[in-house]
């Protein structure tokens, strides 16, 4: 049996092929291009369009509707005979992104002509041209009324999992919603970019899974559903908009008209999408809680099962459903693989170079601290960029490499303390985790053993695990977490870091004085 497991992220889209035939189970294809190289025609940079002001980022829906066709021809053409077998499919997408769809959406889905490519059938179902991503930070003045109209940051963080962020869906459509009251009203159905995809593939309104419903400040993590009051309090006539909210495993549907006739594709079952760290939780095989795991891709993100939802005192972090039914903790950094592609490039160097300079200077950097705001920031939350340097020289390249390292490795530290996990074991992913001097000063900074997966995109993974999982329980067959977790998910036990005492010590004693760095240019020191 062949599942297709695909990841929209920020940059990319790609794709895994599964075959698990009892319990062996292999990759047989993969594929991945990012939508700059493959797309060009939409103008992104890193897969996203900005303007003069730094807190919007948005991207074009039809870009990764047409990213799905480019991504269906390719995996027909080199693998044909496993895609004529293919048994189910589902998927994963970078988190918080929304799609505004009107009246011609549900129509227009269901009667797609596999004669002619998707996007150009999509353009008049938009009712805004443009996703609001997780990079935008525009919706400050949104998150202020929704968190005072909803018993402050702390209840809100109580019962969504998280106090309103400027990225989570709630905020984005309240802020849409007053800034274009006429796109609003004209606005059918919100997707988030999972469920917009999920829809692209059934050719009808998709379902959104819990894990990726639990970004938006709109789900109560207690019952699993919409909370009225929140919806209440974000736009008029929200709950007729959104798709109902379903488990992780649930079967949405089956694969439209569009794909099977346009690549002579099988009518398999399409798992409800979630979000890429939801679906990184299953494709690392953290399903217990104690275990965490970091993923260093466009975003940095620290995250780890949990049991019972403990969300943080003082706002950090999130924790939202996880795909098992249980609950994930996880906290968010913005700057992550751009701002240590933004110091390679201003040194003028390629990774073998970044590399060879954290090789080359001393770990702790003399003192030298950076505070790598490039852009604005999630956590800690820092509306106006800018990068703060301390100790620091800005004209000596490999510092400065040093530094941006060091800081966005105290900053997971420190800003995942609230999670209360101390792990033997970091499971690294994501573009960055091909890195091993990066991922020796992780082993350092949280004196833990790391270790990497075969495979890169564990979010993809997940989406091809996803997809299994959710069709054997349709198939009335159980099975369980342990069992997806196991085999092809798990990390090759070697560790490609282990701490060393000395260097664990001396960051101990840096952490804190990051901390009182990092307060001092909040204003708060
Ligand atoms: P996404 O969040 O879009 O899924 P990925 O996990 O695919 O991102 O990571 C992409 C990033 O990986 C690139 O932006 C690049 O900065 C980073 N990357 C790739 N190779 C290396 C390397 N050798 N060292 C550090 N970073 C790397
Ligand atoms: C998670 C978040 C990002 C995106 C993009 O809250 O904002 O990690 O999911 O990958």
């Avoid at 760290?277 to 953290?286: A, E, F, K, Q, R």
């Amino acid at each position: 049996m062949i599942y297709l497991g695909l990841d929209a992220s920020t940059q990319s889209l790609t794709a895994i092929l599964l075959e698990v035939d009892g319990a062996r189970r292999s990759i047989v294809g993969d594929h991945s291009f990012t939508y700059d190289d493959a797309l060009p025609q939409y103008g992104t940079t890193h897969g996203v369009l900005r303007n003069d002001d730094p807190s919007t980022v948005v991207s074009p829906p039809l870009m990764w509707a047409e990213a799905l066709d480019v991504m269906m021809a390719a995996l027909v053409e080199r693998w044909p005979a496993e895609m004529r077998r293919l048994t189910a499919i589902s998927g994963a997408a970078q988190q918080h992104g929304s799609v505004y769809l009107n009246d011609h959406a549900d129509s227009r889905l269901a009667s797609l002509s596999a004669r002619l490519p998707i996007a150009s059938q999509l353009a008049d179902i938009l009712s805004r041209p443009v996703a609001p991503i997780w990079m935008d930070s525009s919706a400050s003045q949104a998150c202020r009324e929704i968190g005072a109209a909803l018993g402050g940051d702390h209840a809100l963080a109580r019962r969504t999992g998280s106090r309103a962020f400027e990225r989570f869906t709630g905020p984005q459509i309240r802020a849409f919603a007053q800034r274009e009251p006429g796109a609003y009203a004209e606005t059918r159905r919100i997707h988030l970019v999972s469920s917009f995809l999920a829809s692209l593939l059934t050719g009808a309104p998709a379902s959104i899974d819990r894990g990726d419903a639990s970004g938006t400040n709109l789900m109560d993590l207690r019952t699993g559903q919409w909370w009225p009051e929140a919806l209440e309090a974000t736009a008029d006539g929200l709950r007729d908009r959104l798709p109902t909210v379903v488990a992780s495993s649930t079967v949405v549907g089956t694969l439209g008209g569009y794909w099977r006739e346009r690549y002579r594709l099988p009518e398999v079952p399409v798992v409800a999408w979630t979000g890429d760290n939801p679906s990184s939780l299953i494709g690392t095989g953290i399903v217990r809680e104690g275990q965490l795991a970091v993923s260093l891709g466009t975003s940095d993100t620290i995250f780890g099962a949990m049991r019972q939802p403990r969300v943080s005192a003082n706002g950090t972090g999130h924790v939202f459903a996880s795909p098992t039914g249980g609950f994930m903790g996880m906290t968010v950094f913005k700057n992550g693989s751009l701002a240590r592609e933004r110091v390679r490039d201003a040194y003028g160097l390629d990774w073998p170079g970044f590399s060879a300079a954290l090789r080359s200077t001393p770990v702790g950097n003399g003192g030298g601290l950076l505070l790598p705001w490039f852009d604005p920031e999630i956590t800690p939350h820092v509306a106006v960029p800018g990068a703060h340097r301390h100790n620091l020289d800005a004209a000596d390249a490999a510092a400065n490499v040093r530094a941006v390292v060091e800081a966005q490795m105290m900053a997971l530290a420190n800003h995942s303390a609230w999670m209360g996990v101390r792990p033997a074991v970091i499971y690294a992913t994501g573009g960055a985790s091909a890195n091993i001097e990066i991922l020796q000063v992780m082993a350092d900074m949280f004196d833990a053993d790391v270790l990497r997966q075969d495979i890169g995109n564990s979010a993809c993974l997940g989406a091809a695990l996803r997809a299994w999982h959710g069709e054997r329980l349709a198939a009335g067959e159980s099975v369980t977490w342990e069992e997806v977790a196991a085999g092809v998910g798990a990390p090759s036990s070697a560790p490609v870091a282990r701490p060393i005492a000395e260097y664990v010590n001396l960051y101990a004693d840096l952490k804190c004085r990051y901390a009182e760095f990092e307060q001092s240019q909040l204003g708060h020191g």
